[in-house]
């Protein structure tokens, strides 16, 4: 099993999650702000006569975890729905995962997804 966590833009989690649909069982979605490759916003300041550059991008992190076998499909729907070739489209990263247990279920492994 592989922990699938994918850091995007805020505004493109709605895209990433109508792609996940139906290819993972299901996923966590936590928002915050990060700093990365990509360009930041310009705000309005003040009574909105001048403007800054914010200090960090909006982010969300979509994490989900996936059996070996839908890994590649799992991958393909985040950076597909995703993708515009500039920077600040996001990142995927993938771990293994050990173990899993349901805990309503008491079902463990990839019958607990």
Known sequence: ???VTAIVQADKVKTV???????VGGFIILEGKGRGSGARPTVRMGRGTGTMKAEYNQVASIITIVD???LNAAIDAIS???Y???AGDGIII???VDDVINIASKK???GAL
């Open 1 to 3: 099993m592989k922990r």
């Open 17 to 23: 999650t109508d792609a996940l649909e139906g290819k």
């Open 68 to 70: 070996d076998a839908q």
């Open 80 to 82: 597909g729905s995703v």
């Open 84 to 86: 515009t070739g500039t």
């Open 94 to 96: 993938v771990s293994s």
């Open 108 to 110: 463990q492994g990839a």
